[in-house]
């Protein structure tokens, strides 16, 4: 069964796309059939796949949200759907900064994405949507189509306090619109554990929201060379294997599938 995972976070640079881009390739090296789906307009997660020009692109996550809007039949999977190293990749472009103001008239305008992801959901065993840095009604649509939602924080202040404003929406969107909707935990990214501020915020962290929500083990530690991996439109695991970051996408990834055994 094809399980849905929203990678999102309101606070903007906290490694959604780069957890989106290097976990999709670790569950893709497990064998999992793998899809993910950039629901950012600044396509940042497309371009990680090295799909360039996407304004050029016939057809993107807003041209299918558009045709759902109409109620008009979406095209094959093959028309839009791009494979890059044996993972699904369903891209945007800037187009899609304009859905937001489509979305607001349209009905059931919660459930857009959700009804492009039903018709194909049976073909993958992971989903994996990367939200853009808001809470607007695209990421409406995000958390309504998911099954649980990952969220990456780094060790500072405002993105932990960040998590607040998040986790509201969260539980609203659970009572409203996805009632099966859960957290899938909250991931540490470019954490340096040398820092008192890291150490302090993972305490704040824990403290604040541990007793309900699952804190990963695994931090995803800083390193240079993820931003190299990204800008060269490569995972951190095929770019440099031996990076500290690369190991810890690895074994966040077996923490995140041993949970689903418990
Ligand atoms: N572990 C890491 N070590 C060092 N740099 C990192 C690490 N992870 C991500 N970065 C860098 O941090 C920046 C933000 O990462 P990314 O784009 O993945 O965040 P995001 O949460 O998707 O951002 P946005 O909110 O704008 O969508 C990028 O330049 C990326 O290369
Ligand atoms: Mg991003």
Redo the contacts with the bound molecule.
């Keep these: 069964m094809c399980k849905v995972i929203a990678?999102a976070?309101q606070?903007?640079?906290?490694?959604?796309?780069?957890?989106?881009?290097n976990l999709a390739t670790v569950l893709k090296n497990m064998k999992y059939k793998v899809l993910v789906v950039d629901c950012?307009n600044?396509a940042?997660?497309t371009d990680?796949f090295g799909i360039e020009s996407p304004d050029k692109l016939e057809v993107t996550l807003y041209h299918l949200m558009e045709r759902v809007i109409m109620d008009e039949d979406l095209p094959r999977k093959e028309n839009y759907i791009i494979t890059k190293e044996n993972i699904d990749v369903l891209p945007a472009s800037i187009l899609l900064s304009d859905i937001e103001i489509k979305l607001v008239s349209a009905m059931s305008r919660e459930y857009i994405l959700k009804t492009i992801i039903n018709e194909i959901k049976e073909d993958y065993d992971f989903i994996l949507l990367?939200?853009?840095?808001s809470l607007g009604l695209m990421t409406l649509n995000v958390l309504a189509t998911c099954d649980t939602v990952l969220i990456?924080a780094t060790p500072e202040y405002l993105s932990a306090k960040g998590l607040e404003l998040l986790l509201k929406t969260i539980f609203k969107i659970k009572k409203r619109i996805n009632k099966r909707i859960d957290f899938e935990g909250i991931l540490l990214?470019?954490?340096d554990e040398r820092t008192k501020l890291a150490q302090e915020m993972l305490e704040m962290i824990e403290n604040s929201y541990g007793s309900h929500i699952k804190v990963f083990g695994t931090k995803?530690?800083?390193?240079?060379?993820?931003?190299?991996?990204?800008?060269r439109s490569k995972s951190?695991i095929d770019y440099m294997p031996t990076n500290k970051?690369a190991t810890?996408y690895q074994i966040f990834a077996k923490e995140l599938l041993s949970k689903e055994l418990i």
């Design positions: 990678i976070s606070k903007g640079g906290t490694a959604k796309s780069t957890t989106c881009r950012d600044q940042n997660l990680c990367d939200a853009m840095p990456p990214t470019m954490f995803i530690p800083k390193s240079v060379k993820v931003g190299e991996a990204n800008a951190i970051a810890a």
